[in-house]
């Protein structure tokens, strides 16, 4: 199963693109868009628009990963966090993908087997599932990765659209 996974942000939304094949994992790649900085916010999420929607057309993946937002103190950057979610929940039902939505305990528990591991614990397991040399960088593209491994390890998703990517 080959997944696209994505760790929104209004001005860098990490990507994580992985192949599963039974308990093989393969990471075939990652990394960042970063919106343009100083662009009105419309700009911006047209921007990221256009390149995760030529992400997933490019990949053709059997399903996409999103994280769930978690508000934890600013109301106002999660805001813009959900409308950067919300415009790859759109790209990935243009392109017809199911999409997957896991909460960060979620992904953590699907990846580390504990739900409060720190972002070190993850990276590195997410290093050694998908036999990298390296801990995959930055940290949004390491969840993106994370968020893909726990699509394929949990299968779950959520809304099925009529056809697959």
């Not at 994580?16 to 994992?25: A, C, D, E, F, H």
């Not at 040399?133 to 099925?160: F, H, M």
Request: with cysteine; proline share 5%; aromatic share 4%.
């Amino acid at each position: 199963m080959l997944v696209v996974g994505f760790d929104p942000g209004s001005a860098v939304t990490g990507f994580g693109v992985v192949n599963g094949r039974g308990s093989r994992l393969s990471h075939i790649e990652h990394g960042v868009i970063r919106t343009p900085a100083g662009e009105v916010m419309p700009a911006r999420l047209r921007y990221l628009h256009t390149r995760a929607l030529a992400l997933i057309e490019t990949h053709k993946p059997e399903a996409v990963a999103v994280e769930r937002i978690y508000f934890k103190q600013n109301v106002s950057t999660g805001i813009q966090v959900a409308q950067a979610r919300g415009v790859l929940l759109l790209a990935a039902a243009q392109a017809g993908c199911p999409v997957g939505e896991f909460s960060p305990t979620e992904m953590k528990t699907a990846v580390t087997g504990y739900g409060h591991a720190d972002k070190a614990q993850l990276q590195e397991m997410v290093r050694r599932l998908l036999n990298l040399e390296a801990t995959p960088r930055p940290d949004d593209a390491a969840d993106a990765l994370a968020l893909a491994i726990c699509q394929i390890q949990i299968g779950t998703v959520q809304s099925r659209i009529g056809r697959l990517c």
